[in-house]
């Protein structure tokens, strides 16, 4: 089993910024993915962007140049940092880790208003 804990969602007005942390412990594999997806009220769930445990990157088009995906493998924590936020970046953000099984955080909500 892997538990992920995360923190940083909020509210924030246009062209601000939040971090969002996810924090893994249990039993976690040597090599596995973690990444960041949101879902909106009425939408599906979309990927925001991943990393391994290797530093390979994949962000979503409409997040890039905007937000970065970290990871610091000795505290098996991922990080999203959000910058330049949109309204249509409102969303629920949920940590998912991917190693010889899938969990998923219980989720943050981002709000992006003014």
């Known amino acids: 089993q892997v538990q992920l804990v995360e923190s940083g969602g909020g509210s924030v007005q246009p062209g601000g910024s939040l971090r969002l942390s996810c924090a893994a412990s249990?039993?976690?594999?040597?090599?596995?993915?973690m990444g960041w997806y949101r879902q909106a009220p009425g939408k599906q769930r979309e990927l925001v962007a991943s990393?391994?445990?290797?530093?390979?990157?994949d962000y979503a088009d409409f997040v890039k140049g905007r937000f970065t995906v970290s990871r610091d493998n000795a505290k098996n924590t991922v990080y999203l940092q959000m910058n330049s936020l949109k309204p249509e970046d409102t969303a629920v953000y949920y940590c998912?880790?991917?190693?010889?099984?899938?969990?998923w955080g219980q989720g943050t909500q981002v709000t992006v208003s003014s």
């Open positions: 249990g039993s976690i594999h040597s090599i596995n993915v």
């Open positions: 998912r880790y991917e190693g010889s099984r899938t969990y």
């Open positions: 990393i391994g445990s290797r530093s390979r990157t």
